[in-house]
């Protein structure tokens, strides 16, 4: 299922006209018939069908777990899917929800907060070119992250670049945004004119950091992240299948685990060997796991208490490419190799803005009565 096919239009659309009920059941039958790679991201939209079905009801208990199941995997397949805009859904859903609960925890009937989010139709557009990397910090961050941000004194906010990785004239690069106390979001780059234009195809992920990151061919390719924090945790791969237009999150274990991959390689566009470094564990921190579907699941051949070999071959390093920090210009610079000599492609400024709290929203001035009439 790679556009939107004739079922899952069919879903839509009577999740559109408030038929709940019909459009979980449609596309079930689209789910039963799909690809593996697929299927979770068709269980999110019918989550969020079963969960607007149970508000319709009446039901705040169903509705409630439905929502958050559909939340927690429609974020492996921002911000575009198969033509819908999963970004816009997943937005509209967070929003519905807080209004759920402002409902609830007023002790309203649910049915009066069903008015629906809309799951739209949109094709896949070109993410508009970047000038600077800016990082959006504000009340939300700063209560989220317990940072001690004020107007008077904001925290600055730092970019960090982990890896390149070069596929024909396309260019990748990951990283982070964080303050000097926390790691705020993810951060993929990519340029398909050799590092002249950049443009940002994944959304950013809160608390994440990205390091890793290969293709296996032109069109298949991997980036590792983890979910930052006193140990890291939460281990996942965001995939590309288009190479590198849209990329969807797959997390490499369902439960909570503290741990990040310490490498990992992809020898074919299904297959690849990773290393887990359990960090804080006794015993044996090391985990060496296999797949054959290109990433979708896992499969443990070996743990280790010491440090596994390296699995990336020596020979595929991108040894003509290479992220510099440069210390007197405060910039992380791209650099290519030409003729034995290092040139700089793009620059990058270390310095990505600041985070502080928004300024209040000014006050409507009171309304003057008018006197009434004598």
């Not at 791969?237 to 990329?247: N, V």
Request: glycine share 6%; with cysteine.
């Amino acid at each position: 299922m790679r556009d939107v096919t004739p079922g899952l239009q069919r879903g839509i659309a009577l999740f559109n006209d408030g038929a709940f009920f019909e459009a979980h059941e449609e596309l079930e039958a689209v789910w039963l018939h799909a690809a593996y790679i697929d299927r979770f991201f068709l269980q999110a939209l019918i989550h969020c069908a079963v969960a607007c079905h149970h508000a319709s009801q009446n039901n705040p208990a169903g509705a409630f777990k439905q929502i958050d199941k559909g939340l927690r995997k429609l974020a492996g397949y921002l911000p575009v899917c198969h033509g819908v805009d999963t970004r816009r859904l997943y937005l509209d859903a967070q929003a519905w929800r807080a209004h759920w609960l402002e409902g609830y925890n007023r002790r309203e009937d649910m049915r009066a907060w069903a008015a629906i989010v809309t799951v739209s139709i949109a094709l896949a557009q070109e993410p508009p070119k970047i000038r600077e990397i800016a990082a959006a910090c504000g009340d939300q961050e700063i209560l989220e992250f317990g940072l001690e941000c004020s107007a008077d004194e904001p925290c600055p906010v730092f970019l960090e670049l982990s890896a390149v990785e070069v596929v024909g004239a396309k260019v990748f690069l990951t990283g982070n945004l964080h303050t000097p106390a926390t790691t705020l979001a993810s951060l993929l780059l990519a340029s398909d004119d050799e590092g002249k234009t950049w443009t940002e195809p994944a959304a950013r992920i809160r608390g994440a950091a990205l390091d890793q990151i290969q293709f296996a061919d032109f069109e298949n390719g991997w980036a590792a992240g983890t979910i930052s924090g006193s140990l890291p945790k939460d281990p996942f791969f965001l995939k590309t299948t288009d190479g590198g237009k849209t990329w969807r999150r797959i997390p490499l274990f369902e439960d909570t685990f503290y741990g990040s991959i310490d490498q990992f390689w992809f020898d074919s566009k299904s297959h690849g060997m990773l290393v887990v470094n359990r960090k804080g564990a006794r015993g044996i921190p090391f985990q060496k796991m296999e797949t054959m579907t290109g990433g979708d699941s896992w499969m443990t051949r070996e743990v280790s208490p010491k440090p596994v070999a390296p699995i990336r071959p020596k020979t595929a390093a991108n040894s003509d490419w290479r992220i510099r920090t440069d210390t007197a210009s405060k910039t992380f610079r791209l650099e290519r190799r030409q003729d034995n000599r290092w040139t700089q492609v793009y620059s990058f400024p270390v310095r990505a803005g600041v985070c502080k709290p928004e300024p209040p929203k000014p006050q409507e001035p009171p309304k003057i009565q008018e006197p009434p009439p004598q």
